[in-house]
């Protein structure tokens, strides 16, 4: 992690249009923003909101070892991650990853990989408030529902990496 | 509050401080506590200690990993005086593996 990088977990709004600024550099042409929303459903239940849980100071080293992999396989300008922990509603931004770099594909493969390691390793974790009550969604196979895992992207971890993206209601498809 | 204190004389063994997250925290019902273990006990041990007075952890011992020092670290890792450790229920990717 550069000196200029960012990586905090925060309980406040975030402001990706902030982060997007300060990623900013006359090198890049490339600037890639992941956002993780909330979203009103998981696994066919419709979802109220989310809590979210971390070990911030944990969380944070792990994030900033991502970031310094990150920066160890691609040539990056700057780099914004922000989580947000506490009660979120449906719409908010739970966690951003913003990627500078001079070309995009290197901006493309940067934010993924920042944000599939994060979501493997950061010690983060979310509560779903449904229709059903509220439970805490654990990895790919949620106890509650007995789902398996990859519903909502349809991938399933097919990247090799464990990761499971379809476990909770924040990310926009 | 302090844990326990009463596994052998009062000064021995290694005190730590178990701060707990998410389900581990509700079924425990505290952000975090102190344990008073053997000297010798390695990560394994502090969490069969803390589910021997909390039952319900016990089915959870396969589905978390655990961490020293804000750390990732293994179940045979000897703690000591001062660590403090948490137990981190899956994440959404499932933990580190």
Known sequence: MSDEDLVRIVDETIDVAALRRRVEDPRAGAVATFEGVVRDHNRGVAVDRLEYDAYAPMAEKEIAGIVDAARERWQLHRLAVVHRVGRLEVGEVAVAVVVSSSHRATAFDACRYVIDRLKERAPIWKKEFGADGSHWLEGPEDVVTGGGAGGEEGDGGDRGDGGNRGSGGDEAA | ?97
Do not use: K, Q
């Open chain 2, 1 to 97: 509050m302090t844990g326990d204190g009463e596994d052998g004389r009062a000064g021995e063994g290694v005190v730590v401080e178990v701060v707990l997250f998410a389900r581990i925290r509700e079924l425990v019902g505290r952000e975090s506590l102190s344990l008073r273990l053997p000297s010798g006990t390695d990560v394994d041990g502090c969490f069969r200690r803390l589910a021997e007075r909390h039952s319900r952890l016990a089915p959870l011992r396969s589905r978390v990993a655990a961490a020293v020092n804000e750390e990732y670290a293994s179940w045979d890792r000897v703690l000591r005086h001062g660590d403090v450790v948490t137990f981190i229920p899956p994440v959404s990717g499932g933990g580190p593996g």
